[in-house]
Nanobody
Framework: QVLLVESGGGLVQAGGSLRLSCVAS????????MGWFRQAPGKERELVAA????????NYTNFVKGRFTISRDNAKSTMFLQMDRLEPEDTAVYYC?????????????????WGQGTQVTVSS
């Protein structure tokens, strides 16, 4: 079982920045493909960004490209999401997710473990 704990959410004005963190425990972190998802009120959960086990490969959805950066520190079992130039449309609960894998690429689906989520609110 993998336990994921997110932190770093909050209230920020449009154009501002936040950095989310996700600490994992219960499994060797370097064998987990990781991702950030978000869910806004009344909408389905959607993938924001994903990163491979070693951190070499990343994937972003179009609406965050150039604004968000996903990264990980395997020595600290932690994944990050740096969010810059935030927009009101980015308001959502952000979740980190993990998938056990032997493969080296990113995963856009099939995640097994989820955190409890952290609220991000961007005011206009």
């Amino acid at each position: 079982q993998v336990l994921l704990v997110e932190s770093g959410g909050g209230l920020v004005q449009a154009g501002g920045s936040l950095r989310l963190s996700c600490v994992a425990s219960g499994h060797t972190f370097s064998t987990l493909a990781m991702g950030w998802f978000r869910q806004a009120p009344g909408k389905e959960r959607e993938l924001v960004a994903a990163i491979s086990r070693g951190g070499i490969h990343t994937n972003y959805t179009n609406f965050v490209k150039g604004r968000f950066t996903i990264s990980r520190d395997n020595a600290k079992s932690t994944m990050f999401l740096q969010m810059d130039r935030l927009e009101p449309e980015d308001t959502a609960v952000y979740y980190c997710a993990a998938k056990r894998t032997f493969l080296s690429g990113v995963r856009t689906g099939g995640y097994e473990f989820w955190g409890q989520g952290t609220q991000v609110t961007v005011s206009s």
